[in-house]
Structure formats: C-alpha cells, structure tokens
C-alpha cells in the first residue's frame, strides 16, 4: 500500500503561483511513477502532469505546458506542483497518483490515489 496526501491547495489570483506537495508513505516511493490529475465541476478527471520513477522524464497535458512543473524529491519522499501563470479554467480538485506501470495520461493506469486539495483561481 501506499499512502498520498495533498496539500498546497488555496484560492489565488489569475496570474498567480501555488505549489502542490503530495507526500506519500507506505511502499517504497522510487518504485512508483507519479501523476498529477484535476477535476473541476461537472467534468471529467483529467492528466495534468506525470514524472518518471528516476524523475528523469516528466510528462504534461498541453494546457498547462509552460507553467506547471512537476518534480519529485526520494529522501522526502514527496511529489511536486509548481503551478504559475494560473488561470481560472485551473480552477478544480487537485490529486497525486502513484502508478507501477501503464500509461501516464490515463487514470486507469494509477494504483493508489491522495484525497485531492482544492485549487481555485479568480479572475
């Protein structure tokens, strides 16, 4: 089992900056790909952002491409968020998942998932 648990969520301004953490405890972290996904009202969960076990290779959606950053650190044990230049339309749940193998844009590839924190951007 592993354990991810968001945090970094908040309101802020369009145009400004959050970092999302997602620390994860259980199973030994380097043997997981990470994810990041949203949900906003009404819609459907989509892939945001996704990194390598090594962290070598790091993978995004085209709608955040140029201002979110994903990035992992092993002795912490935790995946990252840099989130700028954000938008309204980022506005949703935001939540880390851990995958062994499979596609990094589908969902359906993740094995354990955090319980989501809350983005909202104003205008």
């Known amino acids: 089992q592993v354990q991810l648990v968001e945090s970094g969520g908040g309101l802020v301004q369009a145009g400004g900056s959050l970092r999302l953490s997602c620390a994860a405890s259980?199973?030994?972290?380097?043997?997981?790909?990470m994810g990041w996904f949203r949900q906003a009202p009404g819609k459907e969960r989509e892939f945001v952002a996704g990194i390598s076990r090594s962290a070598s290779s790091t993978y995004y959606a085209d709608s955040v491409k140029g201002r979110f950053t994903i990035s992992r650190d092993k002795a912490k044990n935790t995946v990252y968020l840099q989130m700028n230049s954000l938008k309204p339309e980022d506005t949703a749940v935001y939540y880390c998942?851990?995958?062994?193998?499979?596609?990094?844009?589908?969902?359906?590839?993740?094995?354990?998932w955090g319980q989501g924190t809350q983005v909202t951007v104003s205008s």
């Open positions: 998942a851990a995958r062994y193998s499979g596609s990094y844009y589908s969902g359906s590839s993740y094995d354990y």
């Open positions: 259980g199973r030994t972290f380097s043997n997981y790909a």
